[in-house]
């Protein structure tokens, strides 16, 4: 079958969002490549019976892949891309999942009438429950946005925004966010633990009560500071906690503190 796509990199991310694609109807397995050095990764592509090979040099000569999905590290995806060039300048799309780098660097690797996508995913991807961000250059169709939007659909929701400076923000709010709730969990956990729980209940309790609050925002449609409010009664339990967390915007200043860093971190990624 003829390869369609080219995925560079399959650990963390790649793999969260190829294992989406697959089991959705939107691609075959047989229509990907997956490129990546380790013997482990590959294999658990293989598994979902995509080919797989360890560097570009794997590529079949005849490869015209439409799509080329970078997800290696920033650090060192300069060099992971220059593997491509010779798809650049033409008809293959380049989607890059990585934290920093700008469309500016991918054009100047593979051609400046190069059609390129950034997308910050983040890892709920793998159970179709991912936050997918997209910022395409001026050489992206409105047909081709509308394909791989689609593509991506099948690992969650999928937006776009027209500004590329915002995607350090973007990176800093939901490409991060999910280690934010699971530190959440894991202080919730201790806390019941603290506070008497065996620790498999506290485990139960804190994570149900996380995904469940998500949810129910989620689903609900009504404002999350509504919701709990609907939680707090007068001088009860939840006000007392919240006396705590809210008291001189104590919560609301960490995380915009940690929000920052991680935008911080995500410009300089960049350079
Ligand atoms: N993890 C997340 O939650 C998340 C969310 C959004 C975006 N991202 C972005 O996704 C990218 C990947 O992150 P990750 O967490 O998935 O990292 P990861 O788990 O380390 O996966 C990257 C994989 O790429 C392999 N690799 C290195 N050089 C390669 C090359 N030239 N060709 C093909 N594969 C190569 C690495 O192998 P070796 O380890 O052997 O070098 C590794 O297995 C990053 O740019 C990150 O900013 C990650």
Not at 188 to 206: D, R, V, Y
Not at 210 to 223: D, I, N, P, T, W
């Amino acid at each position: 079958m003829t390869i369609k796509l080219i995925l560079a990199g399959c650990g963390n991310m790649g793999y969260a969002m190829l294992a989406g694609w697959v089991k959705s109807t939107k691609l075959k397995a047989a229509e990907v490549l997956v490129v990546e050095p380790a013997e482990a990764l590959r294999s658990r592509a293989e598994a979902l019976d995509c080919l797989a090979v360890a560097d570009a040099t794997g590529i079949p000569a005849d490869t015209k892949p439409e799509l080329v999905v970078l997800a290696v590290k920033p650090q060192v995806i300069r060099e992971a891309t220059a593997a491509y060039k010779k798809f650049g300048n033409g008809e293959t799309t380049f989607l890059s999942v990585a934290a920093g780098t700008p469309v500016a660097t991918f054009a100047a690797i593979l051609g400046e009438r190069t059609p390129i996508v950034r997308c910050m995913p983040n890892t709920p991807a793998a159970i179709g429950k991912g936050m997918m961000v997209m910022f395409s250059n001026s050489l992206v169709s409105e047909t081709t946005k509308k394909d791989v939007a689609d593509l991506l659909s099948s690992s969650g929701a999928v937006a776009a925004i027209d500004d590329e400076v915002l995607m350090d923000a973007v990176t800093a709010v939901s490409g991060s966010g999910p280690a934010y709730i699971f530190h959440f969990i894991e202080c919730l956990t201790a806390a019941g633990e603290h506070a008497g729980l065996p620790i498999q209940t506290a485990k139960l309790l804190a994570m149900q009560t996380v995904y469940g609050a998500a949810a129910l925002a989620a689903e609900s449609g009504e404002e999350p500071g509504l919701l709990r409010q609907q939680v707090t009664s007068p001088n009860g339990t939840t006000a007392a906690a919240l006396g705590v967390l809210m008291g001189g915007d104590r919560l609301k200043n960490l995380v915009a503190e940690a929000v920052e860093a991680a935008r911080a971190r995500s410009v300089e990624l960049g350079k």
